[in-house]
């Protein structure tokens, strides 16, 4: 007997894309860790709030997952000064 799951292969490819908008964000706040003083607090605060957003997701729920990639890719256009590096 086949077990169905609720997810479908176009929901795994979005969770798989916020989790690649994830680590692009954590890298630019890693590198605004190390490169300014100044903002290292706060970014610490977000790279954790990042990393705990991204891991509480839920899956299933495809607009949390596909809002969560689009508000870490424009945080880190923000962070970049707008370009994709």
Request: positive net charge; hydrophobic residues 40%.
């Amino acid at each position: 007997m086949m077990h169905s799951s609720r997810w479908r292969v176009n929901d795994t490819v979005a969770y798989e894309l916020m989790q690649a908008e994830a680590g692009v964000l954590s890298r630019r706040l890693l590198v605004s860790i190390r490169d300014d003083d100044s903002v290292a607090d706060a970014a610490r605060r977000e790279l954790i709030g990042v990393r705990r957003d991204a891991a509480r997701v839920d899956g299933y729920d495809r607009r949390a997952v596909d809002a969560l990639a689009a508000r870490f890719r424009s945080r880190s256009a923000e962070l970049s000064g707008g370009s994709r590096a």
